[in-house]
């Protein structure tokens, strides 16, 4: 079974991963504590299952979000870029971040099956596992200039059959 330590230390190198070739900046953990980002951030989540199942969340407040975009774009960071890029923008960063954690994690835990992601305004996303869930989080420092944060909530357990 992967430890908490284990999949904070995926969860890093992932992120670190998907930013620095994809959305062509450097990232590297911080030592902050959550920034204060309130109703102006956008969280982008995407949910997983198997015999790992939780959510995947990226927070970041827009100014970040929007360099993101125009980064992942190609375009200049002053390119006016309207809600829907921005959105899909970390929306696609979520996924690919899921999608590195999973390559990752699969040979040890088995398949995983990996929802579509959605993103919302707002700093938290409030999910019940039950008892048994744990919860990781990264604060990253991006570029110098930016704070996110990235968070793993799961819960070990064979996927649910329907059949």
């Given at each position: ?10 969860l890093?190198?992932?992120a ?18 959550s ?5 102006t951030?956008l969280?982008?989540?995407?949910t997983?299952?198997g ?15 929007r ?26 960063l ?28 707002g700093?938290?996303l ?13 604060m990253?420092?991006i ?5 996110a ?10 996927s649910?059959?329907?059949?």
């Amino acid at each position: 079974m992967m430890t908490t330590a284990c999949l904070k230390d995926v969860l890093l190198d992932s992120a670190r991963e998907v930013f620095e070739t994809m959305v062509f900046m450097a990232l590297a953990e911080s030592g902050e504590n959550s920034p204060a980002m309130g109703e102006t951030a956008l969280l982008g989540s995407i949910t997983f299952k198997g015999n790992l199942k939780g959510c995947l969340a990226i927070c970041c407040d827009v100014a970040c979000a929007r360099t993101i975009a125009a980064n992942m774009l190609g375009m200049d960071a002053s390119a006016e870029l309207g809600e829907a890029d921005i959105c899909d923008a970390i929306g696609e960063l979520a996924n690919m971040v899921m999608g590195t954690v999973k390559s990752r994690i699969q040979n040890e835990l088995g398949p995983i099956e990996v929802s579509i992601p959605s993103v919302v305004r707002g700093r938290e996303l409030k999910n019940s596992m039950g008892e048994g869930a744990s919860m990781v989080t990264v604060m990253a420092d991006i570029e110098g200039q930016y704070t996110a944060e990235f968070s793993l909530l799961y819960r070990s357990g064979p996927s649910e059959r329907h059949g």
